[in-house]
């Protein structure tokens, strides 16, 4: 099989293309470099007494925790309706254009679909809670293929269901099934079938997403399984390195975050967080440190400048979070912000905690400082956990059943 397009070839290809698409482009779970990073400019700097403009919102995207992708001027998210779950894609007015099920919706703890739909060439791609992975056709919701995770693959039935947002690369959907017949497997894009599957892993599915990254050359998969962090190499399927990284209730969800050479991981529950190195020759990793302080549980974590920016998950280390990314150490802790899940934009963090509190956050290695803030209506009082998405000016926050759309455009204020 032939190894993937280098990134910056993939980049070249698609930056122009992904820049000029209306609505901006957002194509899967944190961004088009899954860094949780937008290259948006022109944002608000300020938000008005009582937040951003409302433009509208979307009440009927059924249960659930997912998040939104944007590409091609639609906007895709999914959630349960009954026994039954569907990817959802709206226009950019927040009409519904196709509605398309897939799969059984979670019956299990803390009902509500998990995945944001992967966009790539017209499909789209997402994982149900219960197993299956589907290919859609973005502009239709036509389904292209599907695969059963548990009957190919021999995908668990996990505590809180399966959760991975899965990855596209070049010409691969790249998954971690995390059974015995496919730890991770690598599937055709356009059909679906097998094109290698790795069972030397000896760990099985979390719920943390993965992320593609290249270290000298080698395109690596690196995930966040039950008690490992791994790597895979994309080309062919081989792992390269492990290390442990335990959760008393392997509740391991945080996506790794890769970054000049090192991986980060971390979980709650005084799992902590811990910084890797991988060595020169790709097969092998370090331990740099360790800090039980920095134990995000599921709402992301950036890497600006020098620093790592994420929340604390256990009562007394809520919070936003400033750590040193070379040695660990906790340079502030933001208490005021609560447990937050973030993103970033034109030089700003964007975070919105579990009880529905909004932010607009300008952080730095001395402090963060909160430029506005406003609650959405949280009519259920259900947890907000879906991470927010800034593209094509607008603020996205999925909130169970609704997606609120917001003006965060400077252009005309």
Not at 29 to 44: A, K, V
Not at 138 to 151: F, I, Q, Y
Not at 195 to 214: F, H, L, R
Not at 359 to 372: H, N
């Amino acid at each position: 099989m032939a190894r993937a397009l280098p990134l910056a070839c993939v980049l070249s290809l698609g930056a122009s293309a992904l820049a000029a698409a209306p609505g901006g482009t957002w194509p899967q779970f944190h961004g088009q470099q899954r860094d949780n990073i937008s290259t948006e400019t022109g944002l608000l700097k300020r938000w008005p007494e009582g937040g951003p403009k409302l433009l509208w919102t979307f009440a009927d995207c059924g249960r659930g925790y997912a998040g939104v992708s944007v590409a091609e001027g639609r906007i895709y998210t999914s959630g349960d309706f009954g026994k039954t779950e569907y990817v959802l894609a709206l226009g950019l007015d927040g009409k519904l254009l196709w509605k398309t099920a897939n799969g059984a919706s979670w019956r299990g703890a803390t009902p509500g679909a998990r995945a944001t739909p992967t966009f790539s060439d017209g499909l789209l791609y997402h994982l149900c809670p219960t197993g299956r992975l589907a290919a859609l056709e973005a502009a239709t919701g036509k389904e292209a293929w599907a695969v059963d995770l548990r009957e190919e693959y021999g995908a668990p039935r996990l505590p809180w269901g399966l959760s991975e947002n899965v990855v596209v690369e070049g010409d691969l959907v790249l998954c971690a099934p995390g059974g015995e017949r496919g730890r991770v497997v690598a599937l055709n894009k356009k059909t679906g079938k097998l094109v290698w599957a790795n069972t030397e892993i000896e760990d099985g599915a979390a719920y943390s997403s993965p992320m593609v990254a290249t270290h000298n050359g080698v395109r690596q998969y690196i995930a966040l399984l039950r008690r490992t962090v791994v790597s895979v190499d994309v080309a062919t399927g081989k792992l390269l390195w492990s290390h442990e990284h335990r959760n008393r209730y392997n509740q391991n969800a945080t996506r790794p975050v890769f970054h000049d050479g090192h991986v980060f991981v971390a979980s709650g529950h005084k799992a902590g967080g811990r910084m890797l190195r991988i060595a020169p020759t790709g097969d092998a990793v370090r331990e740099v440190w360790f800090s039980e302080e920095f134990d995000n549980c599921h709402g992301g974590v950036l890497v600006l400048g020098g620093h790592l920016y994420g929340s604390g998950c256990r009562l007394y280390h809520k919070g936003l979070l400033c750590v040193d990314f070379k040695t660990g150490r906790t340079v502030y802790r933001a208490e005021k912000l609560g447990k937050v899940s973030t993103t970033y934009a034109d030089g700003l963090l964007y975070g919105i905690d579990q009880e529905g509190m909004v932010s607009l956050v300008a952080v730095s290695p001395r402090e963060a400082r909160i430029l506005g803030q406003f609650r959405i209506p949280w009519g259920d009082r259900d947890q907000s956990l879906a991470h927010p998405v800034v593209c094509g000016g607008r603020l996205y926050i999925r909130h169970d059943k609704n997606l609120f759309a917001y003006d965060v455009s400077a252009a005309g204020k």
